[in-house]
Each structure stands twice: as C-alpha cells, then as structure tokens.
C-alpha cells in the first residue's frame, strides 16, 4: 500500500495535477451445430491408458508426462471424473477483486464447475451448477460484474445468472450450486459474448429468436437481466466479439460495435442503438469454410480470425486469418498464417502481443502476434492434450483463457478435463494498481481526479459543453485519475485498463480507459476514461483493474 502521510500525498497528487493543468495533453446458413457430434470418443492417450489428476509437471524435453509441449508447463490437470463428469466445452475464469483468487468455469455436458486454482498446482474442485433443462454438448460462459452469465444449445435453458462471490465461502466442496436468476427470452443459444465497458450481453446464435444473429440483453444488474434489442440483418452469428471501438476508424471511435463471425461472412455491426443496429459490412473471404470465431487485437486495427472447415475441407494446416478493420465500412482480408498441424482451430483469444488459439487435437498455441501489421504470425509455444495425433477432427481442446493477472491458462478438454498451464516464455505480474485518494475530500475515500479538459475537482457534470480536447459531438465528461503501480507493458493499449464504475443507483459499469501515460517526474499515471451516458446524480464508486488485479476503492461525485 502507498504509504505517505495524507499531508503529503495531497502535496503529490496536487502537484501531478498541476503538471496535467500546465499542458501534459493527450489523445483521444448451415447451421453448424447441427454437424459431427463432439466429445464421448477417446481421450487421445497413448494405448488409451486412462487419465487421473496430475500436479506440477515441467515441459522437460517436449513433454510434461505423457503430454507434447513447448514453453509451457503444466501446473496441474483435473480429470472429467474429478470434476462432475459429461464432456467439457467452454471454458472462462473469474478472479476476485476481494482476494485476488482466480477461478476456473468450467461447462461440462452436465453442468458448469466451478475450480479455484489460486493455487494452480493444488486445484480444489468446489462443485456443479447443473443444467437449467437438461444436457448438451455446447455450453458458452462469460463473466461481468462478479456473475457468471451461462447459455446452452439445450431447449428451454435460456441464460443462468451466478452469483460468484458464493465461491468464496465453500465450506465442503465439492457442492451442488443453484442459478441465482435466470433469463427466459430466448429457449437456446450457441454462443455468449458480454462488453464488459457497457454491461450488454450477446447471445448468438439463439434460433428461436432474433432470426438466429445476436439477442442482446441488458446485465448492468445481474439478476434482473432485461431484453434490449435484436442484431438479425445478416441472420445467424455463431460467434460475436463486441467493443467500445477505440481503432483507427474515426467515424466509430467510441462507438459500441460487434465483429460477427457469421458462418461465411465477417459481419461488422454499429449496436450503439440497441433498438436500431446499423450493420456497417459483411465480408467473405478466399478459402472459407465456416467463420466460426475470431477476436480483435488490443488496437483495434487488426482481426484474427479462425475458420472451423477449412482444415477438413481444403486439407490445409491449422489456418488463422488476417483482417484489416481500420475501415469497419470496408475490411480486408491482409494474410493468412499456416500452423504446424493439420488440426481444427477452433477458439482464440489476445492478450497484448500473444495470441492463444485452443485448436482441437493439437492442444492449446500460442502466437507471436508483434507483426500483425504485417500478417507475419509466428508460434511461440504450446501444450498438446491430445498426444496421439493431430488429426482435423473435432476432439481436445474446445477452448482456453488466457486473461488471468497471474498469468496462468487454462485449456478444456472435451475428452480429457481442465488443464492449468503455465507458459514460461516471459512476460511479467506487476502488483495491483494502486488508486490515489484525495485526503483533503469530503471523504475518506474521494479520489484524486480532475475533468480532463477543464482540470477542475469533481463533481462531474456527465456532459460538458466546453469538451475542448475530444473531437466530434461526443461531449461526455473524460475523468483523470492517478494510480500507481501501474505501467503498460509492450503489445498492451489504454483499453486493456478498466475503470469499475457503480453508480449512485447501484448500476454496475466496466469502462475501458482512453489513454493511460506516466506523469512526469513522478510514480504515477494517469487513466482517463469517459463518463457513461446514463449515470446518475450522486456518489460513484470506482476501481481501476489491469491484468485481471483490481485497486483499492475511491469515489467520484456527479452532479446533475
């Protein structure tokens, strides 16, 4: 903890503002779930000798046990036994802005496990949250603002809401859990994409409803969850990344906008209106298959993209695709990066320069992404949890998550169960950011924070009519902040950094920062993030969260 005296950190923070004030500025079809079945076969182990729980196990020599690696040991690995059974799919994680633990979520055929791997080489499985209706090989999980939001391809399931903050008093896990709400406008959906910066979730793929594209439902309060539009012009999405667009495109900057993998098309969305999309293009490609997924570089200038058929279809290695989006009218295909396998991509995530592609039998890879600019990928490292081959075939690693602060991975395995990963190709954990206080405020916990453009103290009007330093008709407020212990590491942006913001009327917001730069001669930096548009009168609280660890809390005070 910053550990002045309150005299002398008002001195400091003051003085940082000032600097601010005197001129630091900144700059602002088929439906394919209907294919192959997946899951039930074998476990892709030598002689099909059966799996159990492992613990710390180093790659030494290409392999951690009986497991192909490279640059990536495993920390420990979990058995479908150990675990509640049924086949894996999706996978996700939680870390608790209370302890710092990190949580695996696990959707199963089954249900969905909740593991705590705060200690990834000793995981503890604390239990099952069963089915809302019954079984199904496709499970999506995402998370916000400390819920679980979980969807299947079973009938009548719709979406279930968990509360996670109940894992953290487990007494004799493993247990049975309960849903803590539930959402019934839609029977099914295949995929669920949540924008953590709005508190919107996209459930895609939802046939019953929305011809099949993105049911979008309001989750600012988890378990209330309210029905907020359809994105159906291009019909059926299987998969959807949705963002508050800071890309080089300046008609959309600060725009919510979603990157739609629709079965043969990349389908870019504007859903700023919820009530009135606005599709902005829909591109097809040389060599596709089935667009299945595919997510954004931290810039926002650059798509990966993977294709789920053309591995099959074409007899080509695993194959991930290069877009251009500085133009969301008008996206280009640029390159296209050919893998070591012949194995099926099939769910791949960023975080700053690394790729992390979970691609079927040939486990989870890992990509160089530095040049993207260039479509020149490269792999770095992997971990195969299906030793016996690399066919193009829809077994092993169904998906992975990368995003955990201390940088462990986890990878689920459709035949196999949860591995905890732990690439061991640098990178760093920097302690949790640090928010300055303001000890000459009205509370105990005001924020040191300044109007962007104007420099004044709070309260903060949600608009300003005199903006100066934003362009364009968006006049919503942009805060200063100043945090310490915190510094943005190569191939990380401003957005990577989230202010967590509750309002007045207990709204919960996740807002990504505009800019984050060092203050001169000092140790902090400063955040800037916008004001939402809805935010109400009163006492706000705020957190700001870097690499999944999270600040102590301040608060901010807007007027009307």
């Known amino acids: 903890m910053f550990s002045l005296s309150s005299k002398q950190l008002r001195v400091g923070i003051w003085a940082c503002l000032a600097l601010l004030a005197a001129g630091l500025f900144f700059s602002a079809r088929a439906v394919h779930d209907e294919g192959p079945p997946i899951g039930g076969g074998p476990n892709g182990q ?119 903050t109940r894992l953290r008093n487990v007494a004799a896990p493993p247990v049975a859990f309960t849903e803590n709400a539930h959402y019934a406008g839609f029977r099914r959906a295949h995929t669920l994409a949540v924008n953590e910066a709005t508190g919107f979730a996209y459930a895609a793929g939802s046939k019953d409803t929305c011809a099949g594209g993105l049911h979008v439902v309001d989750i600012r309060k988890p378990g209330t969850p309210v029905f907020a539009g359809c994105v159906d012009q291009d019909g059926y999405t299987h998969e959807t990344q949705c963002v508050i667009y800071r890309g080089p495109d300046l008609e959309y900057q600060g725009h919510e906008v ?68 500085a133009d969301l009218d008008a996206p280009s295909m640029m390159g296209v990066y050919s893998g070591q396998s012949p194995a099926i991509d099939h769910n791949l995530y960023i975080r700053g320069s690394r790729a992390y592609q979970a691609n079927y039998r040939s486990g989870l890879r890992i990509l160089d992404i530095t040049n993207v600019g260039a479509a020149d990928l490269s792999e770095l490292a992997f971990f195969d949890v299906y030793p016996v081959d690399d066919a193009p075939q829809f077994s092993g690693a169904w998906s992975n998550f990368p995003f955990f602060p201390s940088g462990i991975v986890i990878v689920g395995g459709i035949e196999q169960g949860l591995f905890v990963l732990r690439p061991t190709i640098g990178g760093q954990t920097l302690p949790a950011p640090q928010l300055m206080l303001d000890g000459s405020g009205p509370g105990a916990q005001q924020a040191a924070a300044l109007d962007a453009t104007l420099f004044l103290r709070d309260a903060f009007p949600v608009v300003n009519t005199h903006n100066l330093l934003n362009q364009g008709p968006d006049k919503n407020t942009r805060v200063v902040l100043l945090v310490t212990n915190l510094q943005l590491v190569q191939g990380e942006t401003a957005s990577s950094v989230i202010v967590n913001l509750t309002g007045s009327n207990n709204e919960a917001y996740n807002l990504p920062a505009e800019d984050v730069r060092p203050v001169i001669s000092s140790n902090f930096a400063q955040v800037v993030f916008r004001l939402p548009d809805a935010l109400a009168p009163g006492t706000c609280t705020i957190t700001v969260k870097a690499r999944g660890a999270e600040s102590n809390p301040g608060t901010i005070r807007i007027k009307s």
């Open 46 to 164: 030598p002689n099909g000798q059966p799996l159990v729980a492992m613990g710390k196990t180093p790659c030494v020599g290409g392999m951690a046990g009986t497991f192909p690696c490279h640059n990536v040991d495993l920390a420990s690995f979990l058995p479908l036994s150990d675990i509640g059974g049924g086949s894996v799919n999706d996978v996700w994680g939680w870390t608790d802005n209370l302890t710092s633990k990190e949580y695996a979520i696990v959707g199963r055929s089954n249900g969905t496990s909740f593991v705590d791997i705060s200690n990834p080489d000793q995981p503890t499985y604390l239990g099952n949250l069963p089915p809302h209706s019954v079984d199904s090989v496709w499970r999506s999980i995402k998370v916000y603002a400390n819920h679980a939001f979980i969807v299947s391809e079973a009938d009548n399931h719709g979406m279930q809401v968990f509360d996670l």
């Open 258 to 325: 979603c990157f739609n993998s629709n079965e043969d098309t990349l389908t870019i969305v504007d859903v700023t209106n919820k009530s009135e999309p606005k599709q902005l293009s829909r591109t097809t490609y040389a060599g596709v298959g089935y667009t299945h997924q595919g997510w954004l570089t931290e810039d926002h200038k650059h798509f990966l993209l993977d294709d789920e058929l053309d591995e099959k279809n074409r007899g080509v290695n695993s194959t991930t695709y290069t877009w251009n989006v």
